[in-house]
C-alpha cells in the first residue's frame, strides 16, 4: 500500500527567500507525481506534474524533482511571495488515477 | 476548456438525512471520475472512481454510494447520514489515468 509523507507539516519564512517542500512515498512504482496548492476552504488547484520517466517540472518560480529510486519529490518555491501562502500537497498516482496524497504543509510567508 | 462545477459549496443536515452532491465537468468527454474526502488539516481520501457511465469503483467501505448516470456527471450520496460522514468533499477529473487531476471547489458538510 502506498504512503506519502510531507514533511515539514508547517513552514513559516520571510518574504524572497526560497525554499525547498519535501514529499515522500514508499512504492517507487508510481505513474506520476503531482503538486497541489490548497487555499483555505478551498479545492486544490494543479502546480505541477512529473511523469515517472521525467527528474523535474519547471513553472514560473517553481520547480519540482523526482526522484523515483529512492521515492523522493520536492517541490522548489523561488524568491517567495505572501501570496505563495498556503498549504502543498504532493499526490501519488500508483494505479491508473487513484492517487494518495500526503497531509500536506502549511506555508506562511510573512511580508 | 475543460471546467468542473460542483455544488452545493455548503450543507448542515442533520443525522439519518439522505444526501446527495453532484458534479459536472465540461469540455471533455468520458472523463475519468473521483470522489475524495478531506479530513481537517489531513490529505485526500480516495472514495471512489468511476471510467465511464454506469462503471463505480469503490475504494473504502462506507455509509456512501457513487453514481454517474452521465458521461460528465458525478453524484456522491447516502441514505442515512452519519455524524462521521462530515469533511470536505471534492470531485475530481482526469483525462486518463496518467493525466493531471483537476479538482471543483469543494463541499463542507457537517452533519449534526
Known amino acids: 500500500k502506498q504512503e506519502v509523507t510531507q514533511i515539514p507539516a508547517a513552514l513559516s519564512v520571510p518574504e524572497g527567500e526560497n525554499l525547498v517542500l519535501n514529499c515522500s512515498f514508499t512504492?517507487?512504482?508510481?505513474?506520476?507525481l503531482q503538486w497541489f496548492r490548497q487555499d483555505p476552504g478551498k479545492g486544490l488547484t494543479s502546480l505541477l506534474l512529473?511523469?515517472?520517466?521525467?527528474r523535474e517540472q519547471t513553472s514560473g518560480r517553481l520547480n519540482a524533482s523526482l526522484d523515483k529510486s529512492s521515492g523522493r519529490s520536492t517541490l522548489y518555491i523561488a524568491a517567495s511571495q505572501p501570496g505563495d501562502s498556503a498549504t502543498y500537497l504532493c499526490?501519488?498516482?500508483?494505479?491508473?488515477?487513484?492517487?494518495?496524497f500526503g497531509d500536506g504543509t502549511t506555508l506562511t510567508v510573512k511580508p | 476548456s475543460q471546467t468542473i462545477h460542483q455544488w452545493p459549496a455548503t450543507l448542515v443536515q442533520p443525522v439519518g438525512s439522505p444526501l446527495s452532491l453532484e458534479c459536472t465537468v465540461e469540455g471533455t468527454s468520458n472523463p475519468n471520475l473521483y470522489w475524495y474526502r478531506q479530513a481537517a488539516g489531513r490529505g485526500l481520501q480516495l472514495l471512489f472512481y468511476s471510467v465511464g457511465i454506469g462503471q463505480i469503483s469503490s475504494e473504502v467501505p462506507q455509509n456512501l454510494s457513487a453514481s454517474r448516470p452521465q458521461d460528465r456527471q458525478f453524484i456522491l450520496s447516502s441514505k442515512k447520514l452519519l455524524l462521521s460522514d462530515s469533511g470536505f468533499y471534492l470531485c475530481a477529473w482526469s483525462t486518463d489515468g496518467n493525466s493531471p487531476l483537476h479538482f471543483g471547489n469543494g463541499t463542507r458538510l457537517t452533519v449534526t
Open positions: 499526490a501519488a498516482n500508483t494505479n491508473a488515477g487513484k492517487s494518495t
Open positions: 512529473i511523469q515517472s520517466s521525467q
Open positions: 512504492d517507487s512504482a508510481i505513474y506520476n
